[in-house]
């Protein structure tokens, strides 16, 4: 098990339609019917794994279908802009200082920094 989490790339913003982490710089890249609907200002993300597919990039384990999933953007050279999305469980996030850091300054940092996040019940939400 991995002590430390892959390094996140900061400065990204977010295509929704493509679900895409955008890296500083690829704005252009983004097609320009699309490019002003791009998200700003967040570094993590989180929802319901939809498929089950994913690995944990912490622990390496399956991401089970409809359990919380945390994620951020690392540079590479597959995503579409050069970034793509590293999941974790939402337990194994908790190593994650930025997250630690959001959660204790509360749901209204936690809304303006993780995607997804406003979007959720109370219930849903990681805890
Ligand atoms: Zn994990």
Redo the contacts with the bound molecule.
Sequence with gaps: ?KARLPKRLGHCSYDAASRDWVPRGQANQVPKARRHLLLTGYTHQVEKSKTGAA???????K?AKTCLRVGYPVKDHRGEYGAIVNW??S???RLDEMMVAYAKMGDAKLKKMVLGYDAMTKEERPS
């Design positions: 098990m690995a944990c990039k912490r622990c390496g384990e991401i974790f469980h337990e194994c996030a």
